[in-house]
Every structure is written in C-alpha cells, then in structure tokens.
C-alpha cells in the first residue's frame, strides 16, 4: 500500500492521548467517521487515516509551561495515498497543514513507502558525485563564503574570490542576501568569479566550484538557474525554504540543470526551532532536502554564536547521509562560528563526508582570506593523518596563527 505515515509529538492537557490521536487520523483524512452510513464507511474506507502507535513520553518544559498537566506522547498516523498527489506541497498540507495551527503539535518525521519515494529525485549528484567533480576523495571538502558582497564591485567580487581560491579551497558560495542587482548581475557575475579562480589555479593547480545564488520570482528561476550553467558556473546556491521544496524539486529534475544543488536554510529557523511546534529540524533540513534533490545541506553548527543542538545536526546528517535504496547521500554542511581550531571536533562529529564551512574564519586570519583557507587545508589534512592540531601548527604558520587568533577547541 503506497502511504505516508507521519510521526508527532503532542501534548493533551486531559491525557487523552488515544482519543487526541484517533481525532487527527479522522479530522486530516476523511473528516467524520463514527455516524456514518455503513454504506459511506465502505466508500471512504480507502481514504481514512489509521493511528500506527502511541507512545507516552515525558513532557518537556515548554510543554508544561502551558499545560501544567496531561500526558506527552509521540503518535505516528497513516494517510492513504489516494488522498494527495505525489508532491511534497500535498503531502505536507495533508499530513500537517491546518494540524500546525491547533495548539502544541510538532511533526517528527514522514515516512514514505518505497512507491511513493520512487516520485522523488533525490540529489543529481550526491556525495560521490560531488567528490568526483571536485577530486577530492580522502578528506572532508573546505567551503568559502563571500563576505561584504553587498554594495561591492565586480573587481571587489574578483579579489575576494581570488584569495579564497589561493586558499585552497573547494567550494566558495556566493552570499545568500546576495540578489540581483546593479552592480554585480549574475550575467557579469559568473564570468568574473571564474577568471579569478582560473588565475588562481595557474598557481595552485586546484579549481574550486563557485556556487552562485540563484534568486529573483519564483516562475524565473529556472531560467535563471540555465542562464548561470550557461556562463560556466559549476554550481548552485538556493535559497529553498523562501521559495519551496517543490522549487528544488522543480530545479532538480529539470535535465539542462545539472550542476550540484547547494541548499541554504535561510528562514528554516521559522518553521523548526520552537520544540513545541512546526518540523524537526531532521525532517525538514535532512530527509526532505535530501528528497527534493539536494546534493548539499548547510545547517548550523553546533559551536558558533547561532549554534543548534548538537543532537539534532547529528540527526540531520544521519538523514542526509544514512543508507537509502531510492536516494544518493548528500553532504552535510555544518555552519556559522567555524574557525580551524574546530577542525579536530567537526571531524570527530561529523566525519570524512562533510564540508567544513567557513566565512568569517577564512577572512578573519590576520594574515588574509588565501592564508585562512591554508589554515584550513593544513588542519583538514592533519586532523585525518591522525595528527592533533598543535602538533600540525609546528609545521603550518597559517595555522598557528589561526590557533593564536581563535584558539584551539580539541576534539
């Protein structure tokens, strides 16, 4: 049977956690059921949601702030896939559209039988593919990000990306508040952000995907997405929870857009940080990204100023990379508050199958942006020889610098 079952945690004031269960399997499928005809039983029998399990667990403490007493619970449901179309938009308001509005109510997770999973493209390249187009087999990959894009001239856009390429890095992203505009249009762009990393790899032999954010109405996307792959870019940074998982879909499975899809969790916060309603954050950055065609996931770290919960970054790389007969893995990328005194910890946690990404801890080396991507490279390749960093430092004076600058967080 091709279903979804959907996977909440709840809390019922009166501790009626059956009754709260059967009227959200009823109340989200077939509206009514107990006084109905036998006759019209039998015709929507096909279409009514069915309690899977109930299980009571203890309340947290936003829980009991509001309701004092009751019972928690995580309660999975089944909903027939006669009742939507095979596409996240109805899969979503089906399973938790008018639900995310009734009070304390937060969606864990969706699970998709193998029928269903099969109408969805998961990432074009994956982790493999991504490795293959960069040549990077043996270590976690390094990522840039511009910084004072905004207001700056395509020459400002040409120096910034050339110190980041002499860093050595494998991936730079441009900004995500980084929109059309006046002064650096994608059609200029492109071109100029590639003619820095060309020069920059007569010196060091390595090229590093340039991901160029891809914005403006929804209905242009795609045209604009073809428009960059036109013009050499090798990569794609989307803004997808301003726009939709559908867009991402959309971008994915479209044949002439076939570079690797960087996914941005810009205004995701809004949908997965209370932990009393809207998704989880392994649902929503995790296995729905990883569905809709993500090759890379950023989310943040556990370490910086906007720090997540360790236990849910986890959660999201386990989503994004975890066996799958249906979708290729994608690459986890923990962000925000990364400097190379981290390198040890993000290896520890989140191993050889990540992107360590940086901003302000590759421009923020005193010695300059190309040093700070060499302080990078030299931890990364340290740290998976087996080395600690302080031991590596004796032999990298970009390092050491960097360790003086923002310290040394061992693993």
Do not use: C
Request: glycine letters at 10%; hydrophobic letters at 40%.
């Amino acid at each position: 049977m091709s279903q979804v079952m959907a996977t909440y945690l709840i809390h019922d004031p009166k501790g009626q956690l059956e009754k709260k269960a059967e009227g959200i399997a009823i109340g989200l499928t077939v509206g009514s059921w107990t006084n109905l005809p036998k006759l019209e039983k039998e015709q929507l029998k096909a279409h009514k949601g069915s309690v899977v399990s109930i299980k009571e667990v203890p309340a947290n403490e936003a829980f009991l702030r509001n309701h004092p007493s009751g019972k928690s619970g995580l309660i999975t449901i089944s909903y027939p896939s006669e009742n939507y179309s095979a596409d996240l938009p109805a899969i979503i308001t089906t399973t938790f559209g008018k639900l995310s509005l009734d009070g304390d109510i937060k969606l864990i997770d969706l699970e998709f039988s193998s029928e269903l999973k099969k109408q969805f493209p998961g990432p074009r390249h994956g982790i493999k593919g991504v490795r293959e187009i960069t040549g990077v087999y043996d270590r976690p990959l390094l990522m840039s990000i511009f910084k004072a894009a905004i207001g700056r001239s395509l020459d400002s856009l040409h120096e910034q990306m050339l110190v980041q390429a002499l860093g050595g890095v494998d991936l730079v992203k441009d900004d995500e508040i980084l929109f059309e505009n006046k002064l650096t249009p994608l059609e200029q762009r492109v071109p100029v952000g590639l003619a820095a990393i060309a020069e920059a790899a007569m010196e060091t032999g390595h090229q590093p995907l340039y991901a160029v954010n891809i914005t403006g109405k929804t209905y242009e996307l795609k045209e604009q997405a073809k428009q960059a792959i036109e013009l050499g870019a090798p990569a794609l940074l989307f803004n997808v929870f301003a726009y939709g998982l559908d867009v991402l879909q959309a971008l994915r499975e479209d044949k002439d857009i076939d570079v690797p899809i960087l996914a941005h969790p810009a205004v995701a916060g809004a949908f997965t940080s209370s932990p009393i309603h809207g998704f989880s954050n392994q649902l929503l950055l995790g296995k729905l990204l990883r569905m809709a065609g993500a090759d890379l996931v950023l989310f943040p770290s556990p370490y910086g100023g906007v720090a997540m919960n360790k236990n849910e970054t986890l959660a999201i790389t386990n989503e994004l990379r975890k066996d799958d007969e249906q979708f290729k893995p994608a690459f986890p990328v923990p962000s925000a508050g990364i400097h190379p005194g981290m390198t040890e910890l993000l290896f520890r946690d989140f191993g050889l199958d990540s992107v360590i990404n940086a901003g302000g801890g590759i421009h923020g080396h005193p010695d300059g942006a190309a040093k700070g991507g060499q302080a990078f490279r030299d931890a990364i390749e340290g740290v998976v020889a087996g080395q600690k960093l302080d031991e590596v430092a004796k032999d990298s004076q970009a390092l050491q610098v960097a360790l003086d600058t923002w310290g040394y967080v061992k693993g």
